[in-house]
């Protein structure tokens, strides 16, 4: 069935340091791929997205390619902030429903 | 505009003891999904609707229980908890489904012991 494997955390960067964290998916055909982040004590929510291979989301500075070859979705972002440190999903699209990565930790510190 | 809105945010609850988790979104969506999600591990889906009236398991149903009476509300009913119930729970909502955003509510921790 379809999954969502995501880079194990976490993940602890200095300020100004590049991010990148690992996400890859198995699907039947190309479904949306998503990047959630959930900040401390609150709900999950949409970072970015991409709707079809080769696609390119991209918000906040993070960025992260849609891509067949390698069936992933990698996220990035060039310059991290102490104001990124939260936790970052992966998700890819079923018929109803997304399913989620284990999710990664980001500790960003000064 | 609240978006999504659960109560409450907090609850213990003991050994057999029975809840109701609750779950309103005004931005008129026609699908609504409960999650939990457990520590070190993503979300996992537990009932979703499309529709007043309509309801479907997700992927770990077991223990709990919806309806979804109007388009707002959609709250998740446990009848007797158990400790593995124990988790954080989230209520989301989108226009559509497949590749169209989720809203999701701030979450309802709970504990059971």
């Known amino acids: 069935g379809d999954s969502v494997t995501q880079m194990e955390g976490p993940v602890t960067l200095s300020e100004e340091a590049f991010l990148t964290i690992n996400c890859t998916y198995t699907?039947?055909?190309?479904?949306?791929l998503f990047w959630y982040v959930q900040y401390p004590g609150e709900g999950l929510q949409l970072l970015l997205k991409?709707?079809?291979?080769?696609d390119k989301g991209s918000n906040k500075g993070f960025e992260a390619t849609y891509r067949k070859e390698t069936t992933s979705f990698h996220l990035e972002k060039g310059s991290v902030q102490v104001s990124d440190s939260a936790v970052y999903f992966c998700a890819l699209a079923g018929a109803n429903n997304l399913f989620f990565g284990t999710g990664t930790r980001l500790t960003v510190i000064p | 505009n609240a978006g999504v809105t659960q109560t409450p945010k907090f609850r213990i609850l003991k050994i057999g003891q029975s809840m109701t988790l609750q779950c309103t979104q005004d931005m008129n969506h026609n699908y609504m999904y409960w999650y939990r999600q457990d520590p070190g591990m993503g979300l996992k889906l537990i009932y979703y609707s499309v529709g007043a009236g309509i309801t479907d398991k997700g992927e770990v149903p077991n223990g709990y229980n919806v309806s979804r009476s109007t388009t707002e509300d959609f709250p998740l009913r446990l009848e007797l908890a158990a400790p593995s119930q124990t988790s954080v729970y989230f209520c989301?909502?989108?226009?559509?489904?497949?590749?169209?955003?989720?809203?999701f509510g701030p979450g309802t921790r709970l504990t059971v012991t």
């Open positions: 991409a709707t079809k291979a080769d």
């Open positions: 699907a039947t055909g190309y479904p949306s």
């Open positions: 989301a909502s989108s226009s559509l489904a497949g590749g169209y955003e989720q809203y």
